[in-house]
T-cell receptor
Framework: RKEVEQDPGPFNVPEGATVAFNCTYSNSASQSFFWYRQDCRKEPKLLMSVYSSGNEDGRFTAQLNRASQYISLLIRDSKLSDSATYLCVVKGAGNNRKLIWGLGTSLAVNP | DAGVIQSPRHEVTEMGQEVTLRCKPISGHNSLFWYRQTMMRGLELLIYFNNNVPIDDSGMPEDRFSAKMPNASFSTLKIQPSEPRDSAVYFC???????????FGQGTRLTVV
């Protein structure tokens, strides 16, 4: 089993739709979680951190479920500019604090 | 701030040649990371430095790969000799130790033919 797994998609949705991505992780000791966004042929950029209580940033909501070891990203009222690949990132604890990256979920928002 | 600067942006080389990728981290950042990204394997951490010292190089594929950070504002990743399977996008990223956000350079797209 991969350390961080995501559905690669692609997710094709119309403008204005709500779309959700899940990401599962294998190491129950993982401490920190993030969503990064990567546009085509560009570098990854931090979208948001994921907190235990869940957090929201405008149209984006991130949730963490430690019991089931998954995190989610919800995008409401999707825009054309949301089209990108969304990377799930998990940071370990203790001596292993490397960032472990998922392969990404591709989203295409269509007019 | 100019952000993380990588050079070259694109590199096409013949198998067996030496390739050197360069990175200038954000001023003041003391952690530097080299990543490789391919469609099949995604983003893989090759090596990271903290205060110019290599902390974890377990991701370096083999002896053909080497990385240096002679000072806080410069790092290199060298592949010698290069092979076609090294073709990928190589990213450099920097951050402040203890913070969570890594800032990436625009990457070097390497093609080995």
């Amino acid at each position: 089993r991969k350390e961080v797994e995501q559905d690669p998609g692609p997710f094709n949705v119309p403008e204005g739709a709500t779309v959700a991505f899940n990401c599962t992780y294998s190491n129950s000791a993982s401490q920190s979680f993030f969503w990064y966004r990567q546009d085509c042929r560009k570098e990854p950029k931090l979208l948001m951190s994921v907190y235990s209580s869940g957090n929201e940033d405008g149209r984006f909501t991130a949730q963490l479920n430690r019991a089931s070891q998954y995190i989610s990203l919800l995008i409401r009222d999707s825009k054309l500019s949301d089209s990108a690949t969304y990377l799930c990132v998990v940071k370990g604890a203790g001596n292993n604090r490397k960032l472990i990256w998922g392969l990404g979920t591709s989203l295409a928002v269509n007019p | 701030d100019a952000g993380v600067i990588q050079s070259p942006r694109h590199e096409v080389t013949e198998m067996g040649q030496e390739v050197t990728l360069r990175c200038k981290p954000i001023s003041g950042h003391n952690s530097l990371f080299w990543y490789r990204q391919t469609m099949m394997r995604g983003l893989e951490l090759l090596i990271y430095f903290n205060n110019n010292v290599p902390i974890d190089d377990s991701g370096m594929p083999e002896d053909r790969f080497s990385a240096k950070m002679p000072n806080a504002s410069f790092s290199t990743l060298k592949i010698q000799p290069s092979e076609p399977r090294d073709s990928a996008v190589y990213f450099c990223a920097s951050s402040l130790t203890g913070t969570t956000e890594a800032f990436f350079g625009q990457g070097t797209r390497l093609t080995v033919v």
